[in-house]
């Protein structure tokens, strides 16, 4: 449950994914993301997921993703 200061009662610092800011951060139980998330990013930090409420076009699900220490997306290429 939040208390509108972007900590929630258990005192994790929540971060933004998609258009709630309601996912814990540094949390490897994170109960916002659906399953298999969040997952390891390669900076160290934690890559969450939201369900968007768009469909993709083959009817599908679309997820958008966040790390929640460097703020990476999933679909980002790697820096060269």
């Given at each position: 449950m939040k208390n509108g200061?972007?900590?929630d009662c258990a005192g994790m610092k929540l971060f933004q994914v998609g258009e709630?800011?309601?996912h814990r951060q540094g949390d490897r139980r994170c109960p916002e993301c659906p399953d298999?998330?969040?997952?390891?990013?390669?900076c160290g930090g934690l890559r969450h997921a939201?369900?968007?409420e768009d469909l993709d076009p083959?009817?599908?699900?679309?997820?958008i993703t966040c790390c929640d220490n460097c703020g990476r997306?999933?679909?980002?290429?790697?820096e060269n």
């Open positions: 200061s972007g900590v709630e800011k309601n298999e998330f969040p997952e390891p990013c390669r939201a369900v968007c083959d009817d599908g699900v679309l997820l997306s999933g679909d980002e290429p790697d």
